[in-house]
């Protein structure tokens, strides 16, 4: 492969498996595999903000 398509291979942000042009699935900045990967990214980042929120809480 030649370095400028080198540079544009993309990981999805959740699962991290190597995304093809065809598949991937690009939602708030970020590219994920299908759907569901996005799905499972915002869940988890969100459950992340709220644990975030009751440390801070605490402190």
Do not use: H, I, P
């Amino acid at each position: 492969m030649s370095k400028r398509a080198e540079a544009k291979r993309k990981n999805c942000l959740n699962c991290n498996k190597s995304l093809r042009r065809v598949d991937w699935y690009y939602r708030n900045n970020g590219y994920f595999c299908n759907k569901s990967c996005f799905n499972a990214f915002q869940k988890k980042k969100q459950a992340e903000q709220e644990s975030n929120k009751e440390k801070a809480k605490k402190a």
